[in-house]
T-cell receptor, first 110, second 115 residues
Framework: QKEVEQNSGPLSVPEGAIASLNCTYS??????FFWYRQYSGKSPELIMF????GDKEDGRFTAQLNKASQYVSLLIRDSQPSDSATYLC??????????FGPGTRLSVLP | DAGVTQSPTHLIKTRGQQVTLRCSPK?????VSWYQQALGQGPQFIFQ???????QRGNFPDRFSGHQFPNYSSELNVNALLLGDSALYLC??????????????FGSGTQLSVL
């Protein structure tokens, strides 16, 4: 069974700090990796995706992928209270369905 | 450019009843996936439709069935509702591009409560 694991949190960081969210996956055939943000009572919103080993930066967000370790992370720099949400990690293999982790709840304290 | 639309937004049913949820994919997308998200959990894959056929199915009983129409819109049907079926049902659309990476975009979801 393909699994995606995340720390459920909550992860609390002060405003302006770096939030680090981690995810591991079991399927070595996974090809693409996604981070979704989900505010309470809302649907998931795609914020980052990464396909190759290394780092990918987009504004305050950086996704990091290490396929050998089957590990993907999301860094949020200069965290804001508006970043408080649940962050879902998802992995996908070509032609397969997306598998989601349970999500990590992030709380950014003013 | 319309995103993924779902209806209804909320639904209350009683045990044993049947329900139909509807989804229209994002413009340009041809694939629809349905997910169930229980409170405090990540989305769980129900099934995926492409070219009007069920392409993949997750670990859900046959009470869960679906359909995709020629315009790519889709329905999720759940028969003989159980209390445990109470959840947020998410429709996600993507474009199937052979050999490339798909991105999944979600609708706002249907909150189903079974009493």
């Amino acid at each position: 069974q393909k699994e995606v694991e995340q720390n459920s949190g909550p992860l609390s960081v002060p405003e302006g700090a770096i939030a680090s969210l981690n995810c591991t996956y079991s399927d070595r055939g996974s090809q693409s990796f996604f981070w979704y943000r989900q505010y309470s009572g809302k649907s998931p919103e795609l914020i980052m995706f990464i396909y190759s080993n290394g780092d990918k930066e987009d504004g305050r967000f950086t996704a990091q992928l290490n396929k050998a370790s089957q590990y993907v992370s999301l860094l949020i720099r200069d965290s804001q209270p508006s970043d408080s949400a649940t962050y879902l990690c998802a992995v996908n293999n070509y032609g397969q369905n997306f598998v989601f982790g349970p999500g990590t709840r992030l709380s950014v304290l003013p | 450019d319309a995103g993924v639309t779902q209806s209804p937004t909320h639904l209350i049913k009683t045990r044993g009843q049947q329900v139909t949820l509807r989804c229209s994919p994002k413009s340009g997308h041809d694939t629809v996936s349905w997910y169930q998200q229980a409170l405090g959990q990540g989305p769980q894959f129900i099934f995926q439709y492409y070219e009007e056929e069920e392409r993949q199915r997750g670990n859900f009983p046959d009470r869960f069935s679906g359909h995709q129409f020629p315009n790519y819109s889709s329905e999720l049907n759940v028969n003989a509702l159980l209390l445990g079926d109470s959840a947020l049902y998410l429709c996600a659309s993507s474009q199937t591009l052979t050999g490339t990476n798909e991105k999944l975009f979600f609708g706002s979801g249907t909150q189903l409560s079974v009493l």
